[in-house]
């Protein structure tokens, strides 16, 4: 009786992995790191920050376009990402991209600037034309409301890993993806993503 009872867990377990297996490969909201439940139904767009120059910006500014959230670094190895990240606003912000920027100085002490320090140099260096938002945290206790979402409530939840985290946002303002820090912003993975998504009305 008790092998019987055990070969029967064996079975239920080995279908359990099976179904969460078959379900993360056939979803696309799945293709970076695998959802671990969360509530969607808050929107982004229920969220207000300052932009880089102080100024109260709300997240429903961008209501019907597609976003990459990313938080973002200076003095990173992965701070080129910010020209790839500029030549994808440049390919499909006509179509409904916007590319939102939260610098944070939680990894590494990487973004250690003032707003105007982190302003100047991402202009200069970079010519970026999406928008750049004032400093925050996106981790620990002074953790911003917005990134306590993503991490805690979005259906793809878990502390940020490292400077360059990216969520993918739908016109509705649902998270649909999210990626790791390394993959690059012109990524296969990240542009067939981006365009499913502009091709839903």
Not at 45 to 53: E, G, R, S
Not at 88 to 93: A, F, W
Not at 136 to 159: A, N
Request: aromatic share 10%.
């Amino acid at each position: 009786m008790k092998r019987s009872s055990n070969l029967a867990l064996l079975i239920g377990c080995m279908t359990g992995v099976l179904l969460t297996i078959t379900f993360g490969a056939c979803n696309p909201g799945y293709s970076a790191e695998t959802s671990a439940g969360g509530d969607a139904t808050v929107p982004v767009h229920a969220f207000t920050l300052n932009d880089i120059d102080g100024n109260p910006l709300g997240l429903d500014t961008f209501t019907g376009k597609v976003l990459l959230l990313v938080n973002t670094a200076s003095m990173c190895g992965n701070t080129p990402q910010y020209e790839g990240l500029q030549t994808l606003y440049e390919q499909y912000r006509e179509r409904g991209l916007e590319i939102l920027a939260f610098p944070a100085n939680n990894f590494g002490k990487q973004e250690p600037g003032t707003n105007e320090e982190i302003k100047s140099f991402c202009y200069t260096k970079y010519a970026l034309e999406f928008p750049l938002f004032s400093k925050i945290s996106v981790k620990g206790e002074d953790m911003h409301p917005l990134y306590h979402y993503l991490t805690t409530q979005s259906p793809f939840p878990g502390e940020i890993e490292w400077n360059f985290q990216k969520f993918l946002v739908n016109r509705e303002g649902e998270i649909i993806a999210r990626y790791r820090p390394g993959l690059k912003p012109l990524s296969a993975q990240i542009v067939q993503d981006i365009e499913r998504a502009l091709d839903k009305s």
